[in-house]
């Protein structure tokens, strides 16, 4: 069946450097992709989006690339700061309507 | 900005008690979907609508969850009788309909059974 992943569970980073927050996907038919940032007894917040024509997608001090070759998304942040200190899920939508989610990735800034 | 409405916020029950759980999505959006989300994983769908239809409930456990949708606006998510699995953070989302893919989330309801 679809499924949704990422590699790492949590990821540490110091301020001001970039991070980048990786997921790999299953379904090759998914024709969308979406990240959110999800603070801790809050509801998933929409970051960025990228549908399968394009492979990079860029937004304030945030980036989405998509590689279809190998299945896999990765979401970079410029400049981490302190308040990016949350958990990331990717999703994606394959041929229903359906977003299907990953378990999420923990970013911890520290300074 | 508009956002998605979601209360109560928190609710704290007994197991065999009957919660209700209350979502207003965007004005406009057409498409309202409730999740649930179990603490550390990623929201799982429950129910779909399109305006007051259900779209797809085929992840919903039927025998003790309802959800309705009466007007295409608002809709209700019951569960009767609660059990102590159904301990977890409760997600309404919207979608604008005609091609936008986006689903916004309202800030969830956290609900604990005892």
């Known amino acids: 069946g679809e499924s949704v992943g990422l590699h790492l569970p949590t990821l540490s980073v110091q301020e001001g450097d970039n991070s980048i927050i990786n997921c790999a996907y299953s379904?090759?038919?998914?024709?969308?992709f979406i990240w959110y940032k999800q603070e801790s007894g809050k509801g998933p917040q929409f970051i960025i989006d990228?549908?399968?024509?394009?492979d990079k997608r860029q937004g304030q001090r945030v980036t989405v690339l998509l590689n279809k070759t190998v299945k896999h998304l990765s979401l970079q942040i410029a400049a981490t700061q302190p308040g990016d200190s949350a958990v990331y899920f990717c999703?994606?939508?394959?041929?229903?309507?359906?977003?299907?989610f990953g378990t999420g990735t923990r970013l911890q800034v520290f300074p | 900005e508009a956002e998605v409405a979601q209360s109560p916020r928190y609710k704290i029950t007994e197991k065999s008690q009957a919660v209700a759980f209350w979502c207003d999505p965007i004005?406009?959006?057409?498409?309202l979907y409730w999740y649930r989300q179990i603490l550390g994983q990623g929201p799982e769908l429950l129910v779909q609508?399109?305006?007051?239809?259900?779209?797809?409930d085929s992840q919903l456990p039927k025998d003790r969850f309802s959800a309705e949708r009466l007007k295409g606006v608002d809709s209700t998510l019951k569960i009767q009788p609660a059990e102590l699995g159904d301990s977890a953070m409760y997600l309404c989302?919207?979608?604008?309909?005609?091609?936008?893919?986006?689903?916004?989330f309202g800030p969830g309801t956290r609900l604990t059974v005892l």
């Open positions: 989302a919207s979608r604008k309909s005609g091609g936008a893919d986006t689903q916004y």
């Open positions: 379904n090759s038919a998914s024709d969308y």
């Open positions: 990228i549908r399968s024509n394009m």
């Open positions: 999703a994606e939508k394959g041929d229903t309507d359906k977003l299907i």
């Open positions: 004005s406009g959006h057409a498409t």
């Open positions: 609508f399109q305006d007051e239809s259900v779209v797809d």
